[in-house]
């Protein structure tokens, strides 16, 4: 934890002040009970009134100047802990923006959720309990034991009994609680993962009529969940009575042994009065310590996860290269190879193709031949694990991912879209893009005759991932998003597939005439969609097995003639 606090980039200014606020809180609180003890040994004892008022007002002055005091430490104690856990979290979702499609695999969409989430405001609690609490603490603690030995050593041993009840309650609680929170977090993690994946799944769960099973198996969590905080909460139930009783009992042993020590001329009652209120801010603090260090091992879990995600090294790191824009529009693959990790086998073998400016080149082949893996390839979605991908000239994995991906458009298979507006989603490619160009690309997409008859037209509502327009619908509005970059190389991961054939034919005609300097690469499975491209490459089994235009396929390769003899009619086949 104090690892990501050095990190979080506080300010130094605001720290200082707090701990100049907290400095003079320990003052005032250790200072007001020697002017309890002094107005009643000089000034009630010795029935002097002009020392009882002058004390008073020095005594009300200072309880004024400690409240108030208080109160901005505790504002700039919450400052400085919201400031951590705004920093932390930014931090954490940046570093989540680098990872790769495999590096997603390590860590879960549930699990990071929680760790931005509920793991970062747990540290961000403690954190404010820490200045508010448990900082003073030791200094109070220190420094009233020694008053209280300076008065009477005989009492302060009462008080040097009770903490170390006290501490030993908190060590026991630690030990027990520690691996209990742990288990919190993943199981907060646990729930997370099942919950929404039954949102995102639930027509298919109701079509299926499995709402009760899948109801079942979240209720399992639950009550996982719900067991272990009862566990945590009997403890703690436990704890607190005891720690009031032993609080209560040394209160009573001060007021008992310090009557005995008063009744034998040892102590005056004024010293009684001030070893009783420094007695109390010492239990009190120490009780409070006592709480924060119970949290202190959730925040500890909390902060490992953190730390878990920011020290993962991604796998796809950034290169200083350019990519030379002096040269002709090329995209060329030399020996790519690709395999995921702990794979037994190879997702692609040697793959070497071009791809020149004005050009559509198109992918085919059957369910796991690696074409949506060549696809992410393109953006840097995933790297290639062998041989080198050739922009301009120039290897990929030496350029900036944010220069590339600002040259290289990408729609995947299935299409996301935004909560907003059909605006806000189209200007995801481009942010300073105006209607007209929202109009021309929707148009190019064939998306503007359904946004024409939307009431708001381009300012319609688009729920999170766009669940209110239909799958062909979302596909348009993702295309026509890519259009509005105008990037160099267009690449379509079978973003077509849920047109009708209408629909498809008159966009990639369009498509064509808007994408002449560029390059095109379009995934597909149905062959009616790519017949036109100027090259189409077959995959098997991660392998180029055929290469050329639909007509010289059909004659010389055996797996494109299977694809077409499932799709294409004879009387198409022949023609």
Known sequence: MFKLFRQAELSRIKLCILLILITFQIIGTLYLPRLTADIINYGVVLQDQDYIFRTGAIMLAVALGTGVVSILSTYFSAEVATRFARNTRRRLFQHTQELSYQDFRHFNTSSLITRSTNDIEQLQSTLSMFFDMLLPAPFVIIIGFALTWDRDPRMALIILVTMAIFLLIAGTIFVLVFPMFAKVQKGLDKINAYVGQYISGIRVVRAYNRTKLEGERMDSSFRDLARLNIKINRLFAVVMPLVYMVLSLSTVAIIWFGAIRIDSGNLQIGDIMAIMEYTMNILFYVLMGVFVLIYIPRAKVCAARIREVLDYRPEITDGKAKINSGVELSLEFKNVGFRYKDAENPVLHN?????????????????????????????????????????????????????????????????????????????????????????????????????????????????????????????????????????????????????????????????????????????????????????????????????????????????????????????????
């Open 351 to 575: 793959l070497n193709f071009t791809c020149n400016r004005g050009t559509t080149t198109a992918i085919i082949g059957g369910t796991g031949s690696g074409k949506t893996t060549l696809a992410r390839l393109i953006p840097r979605l995933l790297d290639a694990s062998g041989g080198q991908i050739l922009f301009n000239g120039t290897n990929i994995k030496e350029v900036a991912q944010k220069d590339l991906r600002a040259r290289v458009g990408f729609v995947p298979q299935k299409a996301f879209l935004f909560s907003g507006t059909i605006a806000d989603n189209l200007r995801h490619g481009n942010p300073n893009a105006t209607l007209r160009d929202m109009k021309h690309a929707a148009h190019v997409a064939q998306a503007d005759s359904f946004i024409e008859e939307l009431d708001d037209k381009y300012d319609s509502h688009v729920v999170q991932g766009g669940r209110n327009f239909s799958g062909g619908q979302r596909q348009r509005l993702s295309i026509a998003r890519m259009l509005i970059k105008k990037p160099d190389i267009y690449v379509f991961d079978d973003s077509f597939s849920a047109l009708d054939f209408k629909t498809d034919a008159a966009l990639r005609k369009a498509l064509r005439e808007e994408t002449t300097e560029a390059i095109v690469i379009t995934v597909a499975q149905r062959i009616s969609s790519i017949k036109d491209a100027d090259q189409i490459l077959v995959l098997d089994e991660g392998k180029i097995v055929g290469r050329g235009t639909h007509r010289e396929l059909l004659a010389t390769c055996e797996v494109y003639q299977e694809i077409a003899k499932s799709q294409l009619s004879e009387e198409e086949l022949r023609s």
